[in-house]
């Protein structure tokens, strides 16, 4: 079976400090991979996604970069933290749902809180 | 720019009443998925919905998706406390990407 984790679970750092949030998947192989923010109790913003090693699509510009050095693992970075970059990120990986519609299943998520 | 627009933001009922949130877009959507999320933790995926009018029955959870393929609604029929959570809808296009709406968040008070 496949699944998805994200480490680690929750992160507390000053600003202009450096970020890596990792997440890896098992059980699949070449997975579309995503990364969500949440705000408090809200929707999900697309950050970035990956259709394969190296290839990355950004959603916002934003402080953040993401990279896939390997097919089943999706890093979300930060070389300096902005008050504005707190929140719940969340990973998750495509699959083939009911009548070949996309679907997500998702990580534990990262609560990051900068300080 | 929002693409999915859902509705209450907030819903505080009693238990044993009946409830519909609402998903709206100006876009048609390959499939619109209904998420549910308890606080901490990562979304869980309820439902799929792919057929323009299709109507999908999860125990108490009723799932109609438009027949445009733009809007989606969620039925939850004599409410429990074990409901208690956001409700998340989702679009699906066919460039690998799925849009979020911001959320339904529902409170069964017992």
């Known amino acids: 079976s496949q699944t998805i984790h994200q480490w680690p679970a929750t992160l507390v750092q000053p600003v202009g400090s450096p970020l890596s949030l990792e997440c890896t998947v098992e059980?699949?192989?070449?997975?579309?991979l995503y990364w969500y923010r949440q705000a408090a109790g809200r929707g999900l913003q697309l950050l970035f996604y990956?259709?394969?090693?190296?290839?990355i699509s950004s959603e916002v510009p934003q402080n953040l970069s993401a990279s896939r050095p390997q097919d089943r693992q999706f890093i979300l970075s930060s070389k300096k933290l902005l008050l504005s970059d707190s929140g719940f990120y969340l990973c998750?990986?495509?699959?083939?749902?009911?009548?070949?519609?996309?679907?997500?299943?998702f990580g534990a998520g990262s609560r990051l809180t900068v300080l | 720019t929002q693409l999915l627009e859902q509705s209450p933001q907030f819903l505080s009922i009693q238990e044993g009443e009946n409830l519909t949130v609402y998903c709206n877009s100006s876009?048609?959507?390959?499939?619109l998925q209904w998420y549910r999320q308890e606080p901490g933790e990562g979304p869980v995926l309820l439902v799929t919905?792919?057929?323009?009018?299709e109507v999908k029955k999860l125990k108490r959870l009723t799932f109609q998706f438009g027949d445009a393929r733009k809007d989606s609604s969620l039925h939850i029929t004599a409410a429990q406390p074990g409901d208690t959570g956001l409700y998340l809808c989702?679009?699906?296009?066919?460039?690998?990407?799925?849009?979020f709406g911001k959320g339904t968040r529902l409170h069964i008070l017992p």
């Open positions: 998750a990986w495509m699959r083939t749902g009911v009548a070949g519609a996309n679907v997500l299943t």
């Open positions: 059980g699949t192989s070449n997975p579309n």
């Open positions: 990956s259709v394969g090693i190296g290839q």
């Open positions: 876009s048609v959507f390959s499939s």
């Open positions: 919905v792919v057929t323009g009018g």
């Open positions: 989702a679009g699906g296009k066919r460039d690998d990407k799925i849009i």
